[in-house]
């Protein structure tokens, strides 16, 4: 039974995931904004802490298999790709547009469309190098820049639910303006950090296609 466990957490991880997205669409009241925006970053928190709990246990039992290797990575792509969508959409908060709303700051979440296009758009090119090498018998895991760029993703994003909740409170304060450039310069090196990790993999499938 125990086998099941990290699949069984990986699952919950789709399922916490939902709830995440419901959160920040939901519209409420102002003087509830701030608390449903602190739901929703506890529901961040566990997200990815349990992508990496699935993970350990799975390498410390020995019970890796393929459901694992499939939908891990899916659900770490579905949070923090539907995360930046969601973010450089319509759906941003009132509240917080208003509060964060700093023309000379971008936007209300520091996150533009074409930003969220980036990130996708690396996530489908790795999985076609990745099923190509695979189909080659050549194991194509994420590498060090992978694991460093899932690291920023989930910091940027983190860091506009923080935003959200200290919105309202901090609103016109300093505190908030430092919060809003802490965020700006994760989700900048975000995307950053994705690039640099889509060359390595375009690197690394060249030299797949030249074996193959």
């Known amino acids: 039974m125990y086998r099941q466990v990290p699949n069984l957490i990986t ?25 449903l925006m602190a739901i929703c970053f506890a529901l961040f928190l566990l997200a990815t802490g349990s992508d990496v709990l699935d993970g350990y246990l799975a390498r410390s039992w020995k019970v890796e298999s393929a459901f694992g290797r499939v939908v891990d990575p ?44 980036v990130l996708i758009a690396r996530e489908f090119l790795v999985t076609g190098i990745r099923g190509l090498a ?17 690291f920023f993703q989930s910091v940027a994003v983190g860091g506009v639910v923080i935003c959200f909740i200290a919105a309202l409170p901090l609103r016109g304060s300093s505190i908030l303006y430092g919060l809003i450039v802490v965020r700006n310069t994760a989700i900048w090196l975000t995307v950053v950090v994705t690039v640099l990790s889509a060359w390595q993999y375009i690197v690394g499938g060249w030299r797949v296609m030249r074996r193959a």
């Not at 792509?77 to 547009?97: D, E, H, N, T, Y």
Request: one cysteine or more; glycine letters at 8%; charged letters at 15%.
């Open 11 to 35: 699952v919950s991880r789709l399922v916490i995931t939902a709830l995440f997205f419901i959160g920040i669409n939901v519209r409420v009241p102002a003087e509830e904004f701030t608390g």
């Open 74 to 117: 899916f659900a770490d792509k579905i949070l923090i790709c539907g995360a930046f969508v969601f973010f450089c959409s319509p759906v941003v908060p009132a509240a917080a547009a208003a509060a964060c709303g700093r023309p000379d700051l971008y936007s209300p979440t520091g996150i533009a469309p074409w930003m969220a296009v």
């Open 134 to 150: 695979e189909s080659r018998g050549i194991d194509f895991r994420a590498n060090w820049m992978g694991k460093l760029k899932m």
